[in-house]
């Protein structure tokens, strides 16, 4: 394991369909994050979680987005009924636990870049 | 306010001279500061992670962190022409959200 995987790396779909994205984190890793990024923008929290608990959710993301970690290992990101505005880098990264666990940084992902025509 | 600010650039530096990149941060709760380089298209890449007043050297990097004045900067010595990316300036507010907030990024061009 040498880091956090991402998949697919693109993805360009239609207006109005469903899309789905997966991460892996690094395996002793316990937290996941999901970021989303437009061009010229800083990546912009979405959610993240601590095992298979979610613990927050952005008020950036509306009902059409949800996201899971069933076992506390990789996580899946989907987007319903996609706009063109949802075009951006999702990102995701992970980090160890506990107080100041993230104090080192996040390890990011290689990112999903989506495209909705 | 944003919560973590930045200019969004770009840049110019010459190749060999310093490059100095500025971040100041809204909430006095930050406990952890970071700098990242992103090359387009690219995810970010942690170069730099500094929690304690002062300066902090890694090889040709300095990041300077002053909590008084909530400003953080990151300095490149002999800048190469492979410096050139977006620098993100991120904050970490432990014991509270534990969540990194990102600033915009600055471009930063080196000319050869």
């Known amino acids: 394991d040498t880091g956090v995987s991402q998949d697919p790396r693109h993805k360009i779909t239609k207006r109005g369909q469903n899309v789905t994205f997966r991460c892996d984190p690094i395996s002793e890793h316990n937290r996941l994050y999901w970021y989303r990024q437009t061009l010229g923008q800083g990546p912009e929290f979405l959610t993240y979680?601590?095992?298979?608990?979610?613990?927050?959710k952005s008020r950036l993301l509306s009902d059409r987005f949800s996201a899971e970690r069933p076992k506390g290992s990789f996580s899946t990101l989907e987007i319903q009924r996609t706009e063109q505005g949802d075009s951006a880098m999702y990102l995701c990264?992970?980090?160890?636990?506990?107080?100041?666990?993230?104090?080192?940084?996040?390890?990011f992902g290689s990112g999903t870049r989506l495209t909705v025509v | 306010q944003k919560e973590v600010e930045q200019n969004s650039g770009p840049l110019s530096v010459p190749e060999g001279a310093i490059a100095s990149l500025n971040c100041t941060y809204s909430d006095r709760g930050s406990q952890s500061f970071f700098w990242y380089r992103q090359y387009s298209g690219k995810s970010p890449e942690l170069i730099m992670f500094?929690?304690?007043?002062g300066d902090k050297e890694d090889g040709r990097f300095t990041a300077q962190l002053n909590k008084a004045s909530q400003y953080v900067s990151l300095l490149i010595r002999d800048s190469q022409p492979s410096d050139s990316a977006t620098y993100l300036c991120a904050v970490l507010r432990w014991n509270r959200d534990d969540k990194i907030i990102f600033g915009k990024g600055t471009r930063l061009h080196i000319l050869p």
């Open positions: 500094i929690y304690s007043n």
């Open positions: 979680f601590q095992n298979e608990a979610q613990l927050e």
């Open positions: 990264a992970s980090s160890p636990s506990g107080t100041g666990g993230s104090s080192y940084g996040y390890t």
